[in-house]
């Protein structure tokens, strides 16, 4: 059983204007540098910005979304609208605003109910998958559940750990356009019980122990599950 969404990876170039963007302008806290990558602390979950030279590289052009209080946003588009063209979308209630980091990948940052202050955790992720069919029957298999599916482009909305998206090719207000496969990691109550639910479904098995176990998915997306 999924419980938890532990890290995602994205790709950068060069890491000081990553830095500077998620340290100075989205305020997160730096908890681990290494050479070749920065850590933040994103509630829960670590968003890890790494350099291209090694495997699993992390996601390029990548769309996630932030969980900020709702009594924030008015303060966070304030703020990030004197130096960003913002985009605004509506989900019932909540309101979410939308920019770019210096990678090209698309940030949005949505009111979610959570204390904060600040960001407080990273409540969705996107998957650019070939077949939607397939990747929805894979993450089935891990517990996710759909609740959603598009109307003016293929796309499906599973829930989960957090929300999973499922998007075929598009250009729009976060582009889908193909790069380099997402990490993704995972808390798991036993690691090996997720490798079997998808034993038969996954492209690759990197690493297999108690404690983790590493898979690429059909897509070629890194999954680890961990405890």
């Known amino acids: ?43 829960e979950t670590d968003l890890v910005i790494r350099r291209p030279e090694a495997v699993p590289r992390g996601g390029l052009h990548t769309h996630y979304a932030f969980s900020i209080p709702d009594a924030e946003y008015d303060d966070w588009w304030d703020r990030l609208s004197a130096e960003y063209d913002l985009e605004e979308a509506r989900f019932g209630p909540a309101k979410s605003l939308y920019l770019y980091d210096p990678d090209g990948n698309c940030v949005e940052l949505g009111q979610q109910g959570v204390e904060g202050p600040g960001i407080d955790g990273i409540f969705e992720v996107v998957l650019e998958v070939e077949d939607l069919e397939r990747a929805e029957s894979f993450y089935a298999a891990l517990g996710f559940e759909t609740v959603d599916g598009g109307d003016e482009r293929k796309r499906i909305r599973m829930n989960g750990p957090m929300a999973l998206e499922l998007w075929e090719p598009h250009l729009g207000i976060a582009d889908a356009r193909g790069g380099v496969h997402v990490d993704l990691g995972f808390e798991s109550t036993e690691p090996t019980a997720e490798l079997e639910a998808v ?29």
């Open 199 to 227: 034993s038969d479904r996954v492209r690759r098995v990197d690493r297999v122990d108690d404690e983790e176990v590493v898979v690429r998915d059909p897509d070629g997306h890194f999954l680890t599950f961990t405890t």
């Open 1 to 43: 059983m999924l419980t938890g969404l532990s890290w995602l990876v994205l790709e950068a170039k060069y890491l000081e204007p990553a830095r500077s963007f998620y340290e100075e302008t989205l305020e997160l806290a730096c908890i681990a540098e290494r050479e070749t990558e920065l850590a933040f602390a994103a509630g």
